[in-house]
């Protein structure tokens, strides 16, 4: 029978308490480095299952468990939502502790930890570009931080519950989501807002469809998906937002990855239909058959842009098993399955 997953991204999340004996800063000597990507893993907050980073290093075959506690002597805190490697560091946006954890690349040493107050908290997306990261913030704003100083210069105002967000060119767009008024049928939640880099603000809003949650861009192309509201009358279905504003329908699709001229999706409906899996080629738009095996339940892709190896997490027995994350070639051959930790919703490579 098919596992239905928690609705994370719309639904109303408790935070439980992430606590820590010990938050001494590790010694030279007991510093690890690591290789690969991470995968991040939200927990389950009803079974208080804390939040954690896996590193899986493909090139050994090996997985490492709760490095950025190894790393730090905490907790990473709970439900982190989304990563991203700029530069020397890793940005680390972690929703429920509405914290932004930036630690070095390759030992996940903490450098600094924001703590989000005020208007402009419970960060979702990230992305980056000229020596600024740009965060989404659950209630209504994105935040710009400057690299150098590593503090956030300026907030702005976007749509309700802004999710991820891109980069394509001069332009950073935001899904604003409006998740939270799920019981209202996301009512304001039709658009992505198109901000100007230049100056941060936010030039317009375009109408994408219902509950927006997902964006990617390769620099230039910008697809999106609009989630619906999870049944089989209103799905998941992928847009393109071309140069000129306008929105292309594509087809079905509930996750995506991107890299170069290859779009990775994987439609996984909360309603019980088939999973499909596919390979959209950007410049031609034909789609080409990719189906990953050892699929339970998918509930993240990756790609890696330096070998094009993908990776899938999959649901356990359970919410509050680990997930596993399955290794494939670029064509989607399996090549080996790693243990990770409690829903791992998101990569970072």
Same mark, same amino acid.
């Given at each position: &029978?098919? $596992?239905?997953?928690?609705?994370? #991204?719309? /639904? ?7 606590? *820590?004996?010990? +938050? ?75 914290t932004l954890e ?32 740009? &965060?989404? $913030?659950?209630?209504?704003?994105? #935040?710009? /931080? ?7 210069? *300026?907030?702005? +105002? ?32 039709y658009t992505v ?94 789609s080409t058959p ?60």
């Open positions: &029978m098919k $596992l239905h997953r928690l609705i994370l #991204a719309a /639904l109303p999340l408790l935070a439980f308490t992430s606590c *820590s004996d010990d +938050k001494d800063e590790p010694t030279a000597e007991e510093t690890v480095t690591y290789k690969g990507i991470f995968a991040l893993n939200q927990g389950n907050m009803n079974d208080n299952i804390p939040g954690s980073i896996t590193n899986i290093d493909y090139e050994k075959g090996e997985a490492f468990q709760n490095v950025f506690q190894e790393a730090n002597r905490r907790l990473v805190g709970d439900t982190p939502q989304d990563g991203i490697i700029y530069g020397s560091k890793m940005y680390i946006a972690v929703y429920l502790s509405s930036i630690v070095d690349k390759n030992t996940l040493v903490s450098e600094k930890t924001i703590k989000l107050t005020g208007e402009g908290i419970e960060p979702r997306g990230l992305a980056a570009k000229d020596g600024k990261v740009y &965060m989404s $913030l659950y209630d209504g704003y994105v #935040a710009r /931080l400057d690299t150098t100083s590593l503090s956030i210069e *300026s907030k702005i +105002k976007v749509g309700p519950n802004p999710d991820q967000i891109a980069i394509a060119g001069d332009y950073l767009y935001v899904t604003n989501s409006d998740g939270m008024n799920y019981l209202n049928q996301y009512a304001n939640g807002s198109k901000i100007r880099l230049s100056d941060f603000s936010e030039e317009k809003r375009i109408e994408v469809g219902m509950n927006p949650t997902k964006i990617v861009s390769n620099g230039t192309d910008v697809f999106v998906i609009a989630m619906g509201d999870y049944t089989a009358a209103n799905p998941a279905m992928l847009k393109r937002i071309n140069a000129d504003d306008t929105v292309e329908p594509l087809f079905n699709a509930s996750m995506m990855a991107i890299n170069g001229d290859k779009l990775y999706t994987v439609h996984s409906p909360f309603y019980e239909a088939p999973t499909t899996y596919s390979i959209y080629q950007i410049s031609s738009g034909t990719f189906t990953p095996s050892e699929i339970v339940s998918p509930q993240a892709i990756g790609v890696d842009p330096a070998t094009g190896k993908v990776f899938i997490s999959t649901m356990g027995g359970s919410y509050s098993d680990p997930c596993s994350v399955n290794e494939y070639t670029a064509s989607g051959s399996f090549v080996r399955s790693y243990e990770s930790g409690v829903y791992t919703a998101a990569f970072v490579i």
